[in-house]
């Protein structure tokens, strides 16, 4: 499979994980969740989603249970949204690297690709200082 298709699957499940985690799961366990990547399997089968877990060790288990019983409504919405022709059975685990700030970098890495440096954000004016 080509790496940079890879690429672009990953990380559109990650950005439809982290919505449909964030906005659309009802489930309080889950609330402390954030998804940092997903990791695909060469044939598309599998998908390793790491996630971000806030609290005490219980409820950093409590809301993996959670991730695993909204499982199967996740895979079948994703689905939906991204019209994959093999979607990715859904494997939920702890990302131990994001407390060693290693993945920190990669995360702002990410965020700086989103927008050239010179322009401005999306609904912020151009001071007339600027345009000199």
Known sequence: ???????RVSEALREELS???????SDPRVS????????LSPDLRLAQVRVAL??????RQQALEGLEHARHFLRREIAHRLQLYKMPE???EPDSEITSGRR?????KRIRKGRPK???APGVKKSPADET
């Not at 499979?1 to 690429?7: C, H, I, L, P, S």
């Not at 919505?19 to 799961?25: F, K, N, R, S, T």
């Not at 806030?54 to 409820?59: A, H, S, V």
């Open 32 to 39: 402390g969740v954030d998804v940092t990547e997903v990791l």
């Open 90 to 92: 859904l494997r939920f």
């Open 54 to 59: 806030q609290g005490t060790e219980e409820e």
């Open 19 to 25: 919505e449909m985690i964030g906005y659309e799961l």
């Open 118 to 120: 010179d322009e401005p």
């Open 1 to 7: 499979m080509d790496e940079r298709r890879a690429q």
């Open 104 to 108: 920190v970098g990669q995360i702002l």
